[in-house]
């Protein structure tokens, strides 16, 4: 087996017949998290410096770096890596002998070779998990020797004790080089730079803690005197501007290198675990970002083959002096890669997975730059599609911030944008499939909903501490979900880029990560500047989360997608990303929408239609919920349906609908602020308009509206329009109920459900629908108001068209007395389905899904 002894990962997956980012690494010993944020912007800012040569022996990063140790700065000297001030030291430093304990960084030895120097080895012993014997190698040391320690060691991870080095150090007329590569994964770690013996030379790799091994950058702390004599045979340029740059603003970067410390111990007590459970394997302790492992009786090699067959590579460690074939070092990764390493191990040595372990289902997931890019859509059109080449799908999205939502069979609350995507897989509706539902009730506050119960209502601040328990809930949904189905398409939320917002995020990239999900990023075309959105969202991006990223989706283009070509090119070019197709313009789709992003900017709006029409007014109040109550409205022929945002706008329409609400006493106060209430009124005086309150609506047309339990309010009380003879009362406890009922003056079936805190009654006030169990709603005996708590009554198609052509006769136009247009979405997602199966390589998302 060629290159088992890892290094470039393009080598390796060449030798596999592979290609590299199919391949998870772990022979490199690279941070986990990956290059710091910052990284991309240093280099971006740099390149206008490239005109010009770098600075010699990186004067100003020298300065930087003996600041940081308190040192002076004609101590310590920057390389090209700290490999390459390895290699000088052999030849600035007159040493007969090399004493290297062993194993060891294999280029210690090489180094000394290659200045003639003659290389003497001491053995730590695996029964004595390699720990260094000071006493044994202060009676193998002599005058004038180089002696190499690496702290932590490369490959055992093991941390020497650095009292004892520094007394040995005085004590010895040696020159020791203490190597500290891996010192910044190691919390607490006592650095041989601090009280450093004259004689004591301390390397330091950059490369390996801020994840940057392409540009190279090290720097050694020795004597003045060592420091000139490597001056003397090392060119002064041999460190590029970028790396210098780089290197000066990683100096500074204290937070990242706590942040990696408590990520790798964590990721490293956990892999530590479970690799000592596989049976067959010795596990060595190690304080660094990686592991040493032996396989008892195994071979080491035999096993790297098995797993890079598998997409992983491992270190094998049978050229480290003291170490054999059945040796083997992997790095400390992320949770998910190591969990993939554990149960590939087990699998190439034949020894079954413990149960508990099983593996996640196959998911794909859809981001977008932006919100209403069309993330929904394209998770409802690949759930259909799935559905139709005969997968078991469900959807899931971790948080949804919306107030149009629904109630499940089981009275649960969650987002309707996943209802719309379980109807795509044919399925019920299942709050796990949206296990955190925020419903905005102000500009800084939401009810928060979890597992579809109400928990609390939560200020922005609050709901951020509440994010890490949120976090476990909605990992747990997903787990049990995707325990029961083949695949899981999975949405994420607004844009992966919101640099204010990622610390805390759960439904992006984390959620991606934790389901293994690659993530296809769609984009809004029809909003203007996607390729911008396209690579502005990778420049903000983390290095884990670029490579989450499998490519990009056009949405909603209009015209010859031949002549994107050039964008193509660049865009690609420029993120080493695809687009994977382009979805035109679909219009009138005829499916509800995920929030109020549309029908607030006025995009929902139509254009009158010709003919004999009835027209429906809609108010959109602020905090307005559920507005797809009014889609079945859009489909009939006959009728003109108007959004009203300003009392001018509502002239004399034959019908006018108050939606729900989440916020009735603030939104009562608007329609009362901005002239609507009045002119309300005064239609409902002329009796020629038919005024209709659905939900919070319906309690705005009462006559007063209490919150003694500051539910939506600070608890005052409301006065409403008083056209029904209603009072409602906020309840503590939420209603959330589906409803199947009869409407009393048409005797016609309707359906659909109730989510709300009022509780409403009145005084010889006729009923509007009749359940099994009573009567519910409330209309006046000439039918011209009325009033439910039904979301959805408009989706029975026979109810809505005998309301319509109650409307047409009012207005002296002939009823139809039939249907004119049924309210059927699966329509919508068949034909959904359709176009995005002609725009996509739905062979290639399958395989990405792991269904190929």
């Not at 450093?196 to 803690?209: A, E, F, L």
Request: with cysteine; net charge neutral; charged share 25%.
């Amino acid at each position: 087996m060629k290159f088992r002894h890892g290094g470039d990962i393009s080598r390796i997956a060449k030798d596999a017949g592979m290609k590299a980012d199919e391949i998870i690494d772990f022979s490199a010993n690279i941070n986990p998290l990956g290059p710091p944020k910052w990284l991309r912007a240093v280099i971006s800012s740099s390149v206008s410096q490239l005109v010009n040569y770098p600075e010699p022996f990186c004067g100003r990063l020298t300065e930087k770096i003996a600041k940081k140790h308190g040192i002076s700065a004609d101590e310590a000297l920057v390389g090209n890596g700290s490999t390459e001030l390895l290699y000088a030291l052999p030849r600035a430093i007159a040493a007969a002998r090399a004493l290297i304990p062993t194993p060891a960084y294999v280029d210690y030895a090489l180094a000394a070779r290659a200045a003639g120097v003659t290389v003497v080895t001491l053995d730590t012993l695996p029964e004595e998990e390699f720990a260094l014997d000071i006493a044994a190698l202060e009676s193998e040391v002599s005058s004038g020797d180089l002696v190499f320690i690496g702290t932590p060691n490369n490959p055992t991870g093991v941390v020497c004790d650095a009292r004892r080095i520094r007394e040995l150090a005085k004590r010895s007329e040696a020159t020791f080089v203490i190597d500290e590569a891996f010192a910044d994964f190691v919390d607490g770690f006592d650095s041989l730079i601090s009280d450093r013996p004259k004689n004591v030379i301390v390397m330091r790799s950059m490369t390996k803690q801020f994840a940057i091994p392409g540009l190279r950058l090290g720097y050694i702390v020795a004597d003045p005197k060592v420091i000139r004599s490597l001056r003397s045979i090392l060119p002064p340029w041999s460190v590029n501007t970028l790396a210098q740059q780089v290197g000066a603003a990683a100096l500074l970067d204290a937070d990242y290198i706590k942040q990696t410390q408590v990520y790798v111990s964590g990721q490293r007590e956990k892999l530590f675990a479970e690799l000592s459970s596989v049976g067959g394997l010795h596990v060595y302790p190690g304080a660094a970002n990686y592991l040493l492992a032996r396989l008892v009786g195994g071979d080491a090699v035999t096993l790297a083959e098995k797993l890079l067959r598998k997409g992983i590579a491992i270190r094998v460690c049978d050229n480290y002096d003291g170490l054999d074939e059945s040796f083997f070092r992997v790095a400390v990764k992320s949770e998910e890669d190591n969990d993939a390493l554990t149960r590939a191990i087990r699998e190439a040595l034949g020894i079954p997975t413990p149960r508990g372990k099983k593996r996640k289902s196959n998911a794909i997931m859809f981001q977008g730059t932006s919100s209403n890019a069309g993330k929904s859509v394209m998770t409802a059109a690949l759930c259909r599609i799935l559905l139709q080449d005969g997968y078991d799908v469900a959807p899931f999205k971790a948080q949804n911030m919306s107030l149009n939502s629904f109630v499940t069979i089981g009275g649960g609350e969650m987002g309707r944008a996943q209802v719309v995507q379980a109807r795509a897989c044919r399925l019920e509706p299942d709050v796990r499939m949206n296990p955190l539902l925020l419903k905005p009730s102000s500009d800084t506050g939401s009810q928060v909903i979890l597992h579809g119960k109400p928990l609390a209502n939560m200020s922005v601040k609050e709901y951020y501490k509440y994010k890490e328990k949120a976090a476990v809930e909605v990992r747990a949904a997903y787990d049990s979900l995707a325990a029961e189905h083949d695949i899981i398409v999975l949405e994420g939320a607004g844009s992966p880029a919101e640099i204010n917002l990622k610390r805390h995020d759960l439904v992006n990239m984390k959620m991606a990560r934790y389901a293994a999900a690659p993530v296809l990023l769609v984009g809004d075309i029809d909003l203007g500047g996607i390729f911008a959105a396209f690579t502005g969202t990778m420049e903000l991006l983390e290095e884990w989360e670029r490579r989450l990223v499998a490519g990009f989706i056009i949405n909603r283009f209009r015209g010859d997608a031949s002549l994107l070509a050039d964008a193509l090119t660049y865009t690609e070019r420029h993120t080493t990303k695809k687009v994977l197709g382009v979805v035109p313009f679909i219009r009138g789709l005829g499916l509800p929408e995920e929030d109020s992003v549309e029908f607030k900017s006025g995009a929902l709006d139509s254009a009158k239609k010709s003919g004999d029409v009835v027209e429906i007014a809609v108010i959109d109040l602020p905090h307005i919920s559920n507005f797809t109550d009014f889609d079945p409205l859009r489909i009939e022929p006959d009728v003109h349906l108007r959004i009203v945002r300003d009392q001018s706008e509502l002239r004399q329409p034959d019908a006018v609908i108050i939606p729900g609400s989440k916020n009735v006493p603030g939104d009562f106060r608007y329609l009362k602020e901005s002239g609507i209430a009045e002119k309300l009124l005064a239609l409902h005086r002329d009796g020629k308009t038919e005024i209709i309150g659905i939900c919070g609506g319906f309690q705005m047309l009462g006559e007063v509206v209490r919150d003694p339990h500051k539910v939506e309010s600070t608890g005052a009380e409301v006065s409403g329009l008083g056209i029904l003879g209603i009072s409602t009362s906020m309840a503590a406890e939420k209603t959330l109920e589906r409803v199947t009922a009869r409407h009393i003056e048409s005797g016609l079936s309707v359906h659909g459900y109730e989510i709300h805190h009022g509780q409403t009654t009145g005084a010889n006030i006729a009923p509007l629908l009749r359940r099994d169990n009573g009567t519910t709603g409330a209309r006046l005996d000439d039918g011209r108001a009325w009033g439910t708590y039904m979301h959805g009554i408009f989706d029975a198609d026979r109810f809505r068209r005998w309301f319509i052509d109650r409307l047409r006769e009012n207005r002296g136009l002939p009823a139809f007395g039939e249907v004119m247009a049924t309210y059927d979405i699966d329509v919508a997602l068949d034909r959904l389905a359709d176009v995005v199966r002609e725009s996509l390589p739905i062979d290639m998302i399958y395989k990405l899904a792991g269904l190929k």
